[in-house]
């Protein structure tokens, strides 16, 4: 199975901060990365997809790069709304795996 | 609206069996594959199965295999979870999700990528495995 390993697994920030999360795979995957954004007691909302593209309806100020094994989401202006988890993951191969999270947090 | 509603979640006792349901509106179901996924207490999301159009191809985690059965019935719009042998461990929110598909050519030799997402969720229904 291919594990991924998001880092960190928490972060403080405040409004209009630029936040990184990395992500990194066990073996090349190429672009099949997705991101997901949580918050608290809901369903995962797709944000971006093919490591790259923006979902539609999801603001701007997110985006997503890299490719193989190591990839980043960033967001550019953190907003109120952004305060969640955020996960990676993988559609190489079955089994499809997330990373493990990171929880941002308001500073 | 496309929307998914899962229903069928409750309190179970270990060695018990669950069935779960989704079921699909606003879209055309039988055009998609469809996973689920599960989230278990304070705990990250995992993949669980997931399961091609005509249901001929089916993939599961391992912690799973030959416990659970994922299914589907595309004249009733619906997707399946059979749950048997149930353990604590399995005690999670479960949801199901449709596998969105973008397909990319290549740049040479006319070739296409298939990505795969999850691009539409449920809302989730909970089990609990418990004495």
């Known amino acids: 199975d291919i594990q991924m390993t998001q880092s960190p697994s928490s972060l403080s920030a405040s409004v209009g901060d630029r936040v990184t999360i990395t992500c990194r795979a066990s073996q090349s995957i190429s672009s099949y990365l997705n991101w997901y954004q949580q918050k608290p007691g809901k369903a995962p909302n797709l944000l971006i997809y093919?490591?790259?593209s923006l979902q539609s309806g999801v603001p701007s100020r997110f985006s997503g790069s890299g490719s193989g094994t190591d990839f980043t989401l960033t967001i550019s202006s953190l907003q109120p709304a952004d305060f969640a988890t955020y996960y990676c993951q993988q559609s190489y191969s079955t089994p499809w795996t997330f990373g493990q999270g990171t929880k941002v947090e308001i500073k | 609206e496309v929307q998914l509603v899962e229903s069928g979640g409750g309190l179970v006792q270990p060695g018990g069996s669950l069935r779960l349901s989704c079921a699909a509106s606003?879209?055309?179901?039988?055009?998609?594959?469809m996973s689920w996924v599960r989230q278990a207490p304070g705990k990250g999301l995992e993949w669980v199965a997931n399961?091609?159009?005509?249901?001929?191809?089916?993939y599961y985690v391992d912690s799973v295999k030959g416990r659970f059965t994922i299914s589907r019935d595309n004249a009733k719009n619906s997707l399946y979870l059979q749950m048997n042998s149930l353990r604590a461990e399995d005690t999670a929110v479960y949801y199901c999700?449709?596998?969105?598909?973008?397909?990319?050519?290549?740049?040479?030799?006319?070739?296409?990528?298939?990505?795969?997402?999850?691009?539409?969720w449920g809302k989730g229904t909970t089990v609990t495995v418990s004495s």
């Open positions: 606003g879209f055309t179901f039988s055009s998609y594959w």
């Open positions: 999700a449709r596998d969105g598909i973008v397909v990319v050519p290549a740049a040479l030799g006319g070739r296409y990528y298939h990505y795969y997402d999850m691009d539409v």
């Open positions: 093919a490591a790259s």
């Open positions: 399961i091609k159009q005509d249901g001929s191809e089916k």
